[in-house]
């Protein structure tokens, strides 16, 4: 980064960046840490304006409050101007001020996704038509694939170098907790092979610093607990298992009991078929367990209000299918999580006298279609009050 920004310091417009890497990798960190420090160097040359783009999500409310970080003044309202004449007067500050302006736009891509191309390309063009061009765009994102779903008007504008940000390693997470435990405890607090612990789990695992200080922060808290004096190599493990499981659990627990018979419906349906599980065999399902609890089972209907509950939790994900004449079915997936949600529901005391030994597998016309089976004459005999028995 401080190679492509230091042509500033030789009084060259820098190239536009395009920052990838995964959550906790440095990306806005080391970004505003960089033009600090040029800043610091060169304060008479260079502004910066940093804007996330989940929070300032359209053009018109990046481009005013890019203005307002070029001039310090309030002269421009924050709705009501029509585009053009917020584009103007950036282009006139910009050109007034004399000096550099790198606008950061971290989580770049939520910008794209939720106005298109053109919303860039109204930044861009704003930056390439300031007189003298002393304007540049760093981007932030996690998705690798951004660049892909932009035109080739956005793309020949952006014409950016990248930069990508690898997940941190032990090392690197180590050197990142050192410094932020002294001053905080006593010295010696923190075994050295539990601070080692630490960073090895959080490289193993995901290599994101801001999940790492988590993680050693709740086994200080664990210690603390504990009254323990030092924070040993258990009390990390303990804070890796709260981290990883305490809020499935948790959620598993607090559920309703037809909302748990459902998802064991689907626990049952999904060791059938994990791919294809569809509404009606995860009904079959409940209403089989139901009986097998001595519990009167809901209606279909409030099984589906369940399903869409679960999948608002995270705990299911759904696709609907359109099978053409014969109507929509949803599929439905269990997330990743299937063993452990199964151990937590045979916890429970409701839940944990009951084995899910029968399984129902519901017919799909989208299988008799592929086989070429002949659906009219199945759904005639059905209409006509004959009995079609499907296998």
């Known amino acids: 980064m401080v190679e492509a920004l230091s042509s500033i310091m030789r009084n060259s417009r820098p190239s536009n960046l395009l920052l990838y890497g995964k959550t906790g990798t440095g990306k806005s960190s080391i970004t505003q840490y960089v033009m600090s420090k040029l800043a610091e160097k060169a304060p008479d040359s260079i502004l910066s304006c940093y804007l996330n783009c989940q929070t300032f999500d359209s053009p018109y409310s990046i481009l005013i409050n890019v203005a307002k970080s070029v001039s310090g003044n309030d002269n421009i309202p924050p709705s009501g101007w029509p585009l053009d004449r917020v584009y103007t007067e950036l282009s006139s500050k910009i050109e007034k001020s004399k000096k550099y302006l790198v606008i950061i736009l971290d989580e770049i891509d939520k910008l794209v996704e939720k106005n298109g191309g053109d919303s860039l390309y109204v930044i861009l063009k704003a930056a390439d038509e300031s007189k003298g061009a002393k304007t540049s765009i760093i981007g932030i994102t996690n998705d690798t694939s951004f660049t ?6 956005v793309k020949s504008r952006l014409n950016q170098e990248s930069i990508v940000f690898p997940p941190y390693n032990a090392s690197e997470l180590k050197d990142i907790l050192e410094p932020r435990v002294k001053g905080i405890l006593a010295e010696n607090a923190i075994e050295e092979p539990a ?3 630490c960073a090895a789990i959080g490289a193993q695992e995901h290599g994101d610093a801001r999940k790492a200080i988590d993680l050693m922060r709740i086994a200080i808290e664990l210690a603390i607990r504990d ?21 499935l659990k948790e959620t598993i627990r607090t559920l309703p009991t037809h909302t748990k018979i459902v998802i064991m419906g689907c626990i049952a349906a999904s060791e059938m078929n994990k791919t294809n599980m569809i ?12 009986h097998d609890m001595k519990i009167p089972p809901v209606s279909s209907r409030r099984v ?8 608002d939790a995270g705990l299911i994900t759904t696709t609907i299918r359109s099978l053409g004449r014969y109507g929509r079915t949803r599929y439905i997936q269990l997330n990743e999580k299937e063993k452990e949600m199964k151990k937590y529901l045979m916890e429970d005391e409701e839940m944990g006298n009951f084995e899910a030994s ?9 299988n ?5 089976t002949n659906l009219d004459k199945i759904l005639t005999a059905a209409d006509e009050g004959s009995e079609a028995e499907i296998s």
């Open 148 to 153: 892909e779903k932009l035109d080739s008007r």
């Open 195 to 197: 601070l080692n612990l």
């Open 227 to 247: 009254d323990k004096e030092i924070v040993t190599t258990e009390h990390v493990y303990r804070s890796r298992d709260r981290l990883e499981t305490d809020v």
């Open 279 to 290: 509404t009606g065999e995860i009904y079959a399902n409940y209403k089989d367990i139901c």
């Open 304 to 311: 589906s209000d369940l399903l869409s509950d679960l999948e």
């Open 358 to 366: 029968t399984k129902s597998i519901q017919t799909r016309f989208g």
């Open 368 to 372: 008799y279609e592929a086989n070429n």
